[in-house]
C-alpha cells in the first residue's frame, strides 16, 4: 500500500521523492531521493527492533510494475495495428511473401533445406530450393493469390481464388528464400502445421505481428529512458511502409524492429553508468533478432554496435559493464548468435542467392548514374511503400511523405547543433553510410536491384541517434511534447489515410482514389471493407492516444533536468548508485 501510495505521487509530480519514517537512534528521518524533498512522504508505524520500511526496494518494485504497465499497453496498441493490416493486405500480397509462406510451411514441418539451383524468371535468374509442404502451401497455390493483380492497371484483388480450405497431402515444390535462416520461419510457421492456408496465412501474419510488437514496446521502453526527443526518434522511425512490411509475413519487418530496439537500447545501456539487468536482456534480444532475421543480419548487427559505442560508450563505463555477469553473458549470448549465422550464411551463399538480373557489361556509367537518380524514390519507397517495389508501387499521398522526412530533417539538423563534436561525427557517419548502401551493394553485385527497405536497419538508427542527441541538449527538452503530440497526430493521419490507399487498391485497382466508396462485394478477404476502416480508425485513435498521453507526461514532467529516481540492486552483483533517468512517457 505505501508503495502505490508513493508510486501514485511520485507519477503525478516530477519532483524527487522523499520517505519519512519514526525516528530512531543514529538513523535518519527522512531518506532524499534527489536534490529536494518537494514530493509527497509516506509514513510507517515501526515497533521496537524492527527496521523501518525499506523505500528503495519499494520504489524500485513500484517503477517496474508502472514500466510493464507502459509495455503492455503499447504492445496492445502496436498489435492492434498490425492486425488490422494484416488482414487488409491480400494473402501473399506482402514483398515475396509468397516465396516466405512457403519457406515457413516447410521450416515447421521440418525441411532446414538450402541447396540452391538456378532457373530463368521472368525478371533474369531466380534461386530456387526445392521443400516439402502441404500442398495448399505450395508456390503455385500462394502466387496465383497475387499473380492476377500484381503489375497490373484496374485490376481488382478479388480476382484471385479463395484460399484452400484443407492443407492437403504433403508435396514438393521450390521457393527462392531457400538460403536465409530458419529462426523467423519457425515462429511463423507453426500455424501452417495445423491449419489450411484460409486460416494458417492469417495465423502466420498475426505471429509476425506479436513479435514485431514485442519488439516495438520493448524499443520505446528504453527510449523513455532516454529522453522525449529520443522517443520522438522512435516514433519517426515506425512509417507507413515499416507498418505495412511488418504486416505481412516477411523477415525483414522483424529485422527492421529489432535493428530500432538495439538502437534504442544500446544508447541506453552503452550510456549510462549502471543499466539495469532488463535493459541489458533487452539489448540482448534486440541484437539476436537482427543477426538471425535475414542473411544481412551479422553485418548489420556489427555495424550498429560499433555505431553504438562509438556514440555513447567511455572506458570507465565500459569496464563497469563488463564486470557484470548478465552482460558477460549477454556478449557471449550475442557472440554465439553471430558466429552460427554467419557461419549459415557463408556455408549457404546466402547473401549471393538472390534474384539476378543479367548485366553482360557489369556497373556501367549508365548503370551508376540511373542508381544515383533514384536514390529519391528509395528514401520515398522507406517512408511510404505500401505495395511491392518497382510493380506499380502504391505511396502514402506525397505531401504526408515530405511532411515526415520534413520532420526527421528538422531533428537531423537540430541534433547537428546541439551535440557535441563526437556525437555530430556519428550521426553523420551513420547517414552516409545509409546512403551510399546503394551504391555499394551496387559495385558489389551490379546484377542485383536494390530495395529502399534494405537500408531500413540502419535508416532507423538516425532519428533515434538524432533524437538522443537533442536531449542531451537540456534548452531543448521544453519541446519534446510539443514534438511528440505533433508527431502522433501525423502518425494517426498517415495511418489512416495509407489504410484506406491499400484498400482502395483492393476494392477498384490502381489507380483509384483515397477514399474510394467500400463496396463490400468487392473484396473477398475474412472481414468486410466496412469493419476493417472501423479498425483503422480505432487503431489510428490509440496511436494518437498514446501518443498525447506520453508528450502530457513529458510536459507535466517539466523541470529542466531528469528526476533522480532509485534503481533496486540488481540481482546479478551489480552496484547501482542513484542516477537520472528521463521521465518522457511515464
Known sequence: TCARRVLRGWSASSS???VTARPRPGKPSTVEFGARATGPTAERRTTPGRRPWPPMAALGSAAMSSERRRWWATFTVVVIVGVTWALSVP????????AHLVKAAAVAGGDLSTAVTWQE????????????????YHYSAMWEQVGCWTGQWYQQARCAPPLAERSGPTVTTDTY????????????GLPTRFWPPSRGVYAARILSVAVGAALVASALASARRLGGWATTGTLLALPVAVVYLASTVNPQGPEILAALALWTTGLLVFGRSAPTRREVVRLTVA??????????????????????????????RFRALWRRRSARAAAALVAVAFVINLAHVIATRALSSVMKTPRPDGLTDELLQRVVDGLPTLVSDQVGLISWHGIITLHLPRPLELAWLGVIGTLVIGALIAGSARTRLVLLAVVAGWAVMPLAALVSQPEVSWQGRYGLPIGVGIPVLAGWMVDRHQPLRRWAAPAIAGYSLLNAVCLLVSH??????????QPSRVFA???NSLWNGPFTPDALFAAALIASGAVAALGLLAALAVWRSGAPGPPARPVPPDPDGAEHPVHEVATAGT
Open 16 to 18: 524527487p521523492v522523499s
Open 500 to 509: 484506406q490507399a491499400l484498400m482502395s487498391r483492393n476494392l477498384h485497382g
Open 121 to 136: 524468371a521472368w525478371l533474369g535468374e531466380m534461386p530456387t530450393t526445392s521443400v516439402r509442404v502441404p500442398e495448399g
Open 177 to 188: 528464400v531457400g538460403p536465409y535462416q530458419p529462426l523467423y520461419y519457425a515462429v511463423v
Open 287 to 316: 541484437a539476436v533478432v537482427t543477426t538471425s532475421a535475414r542473411p544481412t543480419g551479422p553485418a548489420l548487427t556489427g555495424l550498429i554496435i560499433v555505431m553504438l559505442v562509438l556514440a555513447a560508450a567511455d572506458a570507465d
Open 91 to 98: 494473402p501473399a500480397g506482402g514483398p515475396d511473401e509468397h
Open 517 to 519: 466508396p467500400r463496396d
